[in-house]
T-cell receptor, first 110, second 114 residues
Framework: GIQVEQSPPDLILQEGANSTLRCNFSDSVNNLQWFHQNPWGQLINLFY???GTKQNGRLSATTVATERYSLLYISSSQTTDSGVYFCAVDYGGATNKLIFGTGTLLAVQP | KAGVTQTPRYLIKTRGQQVTLSCSPI?????VSWYQQTPGQGLQFLFEYFSETQRNKGNFPGRFSGRQFSNSRSEMNVSTLELGDSALYLC?????????????FGPGTRLTVT
């Protein structure tokens, strides 16, 4: 089956710093999403980005489908950005089955 | 529009018991999928329902089952609970039956088996 790898596994930043999180996947995908898991466990949608670039405030994401990777950029990080970031992909036909990466644990220190 | 809701939010059960978790999708969404999150295994797909039909099932034992009702609400059941079933259970809903739409997740049910 498809493999999804995220890097780095852990990241510690000072408030105000920028960061780039990477997601590599081993096969063609129909869909790629980035999520932020809050301290209570809920997965918050950040981007639905099977290809191209999107921006939302301090966050932006780029997916290069032909090269099978996606990047999540966080600029001017804040302590509230702390948490785990997941990318997830699905592929194949008419079925909704997300395959998640192992996540990046981000800690933003004041 | 209200988001995906899950009940209960927290649950403590004893080994050997069974449990039923509920998920109400976003209004109009017809696809519901379930995921288990544990520290050791990460986020793993359990199953997916669309129009009351299970379309896909993950690699979990038969103790894990689910169903979807005509109003798209879904339930999952775990019978004969084991300690390893302690996890955060998340459900997600999607507007369409294809994966060309973003999935939205509920807050999860945290199950502890003692």
């Amino acid at each position: 089956g498809i493999q999804v790898e995220q890097s780095p596994p852990d990241l510690i930043l000072q408030e105000g710093a920028n960061s780039t999180l990477r997601c590599n996947f081993s096969d063609s995908v129909n869909n790629l999403q980035w999520f932020h898991q809050n301290p209570w466990g809920q997965l918050i949608n950040l981007f639905y980005i099977p290809s191209g670039t999107k921006q939302n405030g301090r966050l932006s994401a780029t997916t290069v489908a032909t090269e099978r990777y996606s990047l999540l950029y966080i600029s001017s990080s804040q302590t509230t950005d702390s948490g785990v970031y997941f990318c997830a992909v699905d592929y194949g036909g008419a079925t909704n089955k997300l395959i998640f990466g192992t996540g990046t644990l981000l800690a933003v220190q004041p | 529009k209200a988001g995906v809701t899950q009940t209960p939010r927290y649950l403590i059960k004893t080994r050997g018991q069974q449990v039923t978790l509920s998920c109400s999708p976003i209004s109009g969404h017809r696809s519901v999928s379930w995921y288990q999150q544990t520290p050791g295994q990460g986020l793993q797909f359990l199953f997916e329902y669309f129009s009351e039909t299970q379309r896909n099932k993950g690699n979990f034992p038969g103790r894990f089952s689910g169903r979807q009702f005509s109003n798209s609400r879904s339930e999952m059941n775990v019978s004969t609970l084991e300690l390893g079933d302690s996890a955060l259970y998340l459900c997600a809903s999607r507007l369409s039956g294809t994966n060309y739409a973003p999935a939205s997740f509920g807050p999860g049910t945290r199950l502890t088996v003692t």
